[in-house]
């Protein structure tokens, strides 16, 4: 079964950067759109970005936009989430997700990143 590998997670001073990758398992593994989730303890999950492999506009979500950019080598299966001015408050569980059904939602979950901020 395919899965989803995050790297890139630690630890950093606040404003800092750290740049997260997710790789499928399998190179010819396919999806339709690919992102990131994030989960802080005590805290809701939360959408932080996404885009379609088809193209478009990469969303993001509303606490992360203007700091954090996302993109995707189709060729390679992986995906990448660059951080930038990091503040506390980004601390969490990174999730990594794919859509592998068209409308099917994001069913297919990678095992997480830790993301850690210091003030």
């Known amino acids: 079964q395919v899965q989803l590998v995050e790297s890139g997670g630690g630890l950093v001073q606040a404003g800092g950067s750290l740049r997260l990758s997710c790789a499928a398992s399998e190179r010819t593994f396919r999806s339709y759109a690919m992102g990131w989730f994030r989960k802080a303890p005590g805290k809701e999950r939360e959408f932080v970005a996404d885009?379609?492999?088809?193209?478009?506009?990469?969303s993001f979500g509303g606490s992360v936009k203007g700091r954090f950019t996302i993109s995707g080598d189709n060729a390679q299966n992986t995906v990448y989430l660059q951080m930038n001015s990091l503040k506390p408050e980004d601390t969490a569980v990174y999730y990594c997700v794919a859509a592998v059904v068209r409308g099917g939602g994001y069913t297919l979950w990678g095992q997480g990143t830790q993301v850690t901020v210091s003030s």
């Open positions: 885009f379609s492999w088809s193209g478009g506009r990469p």
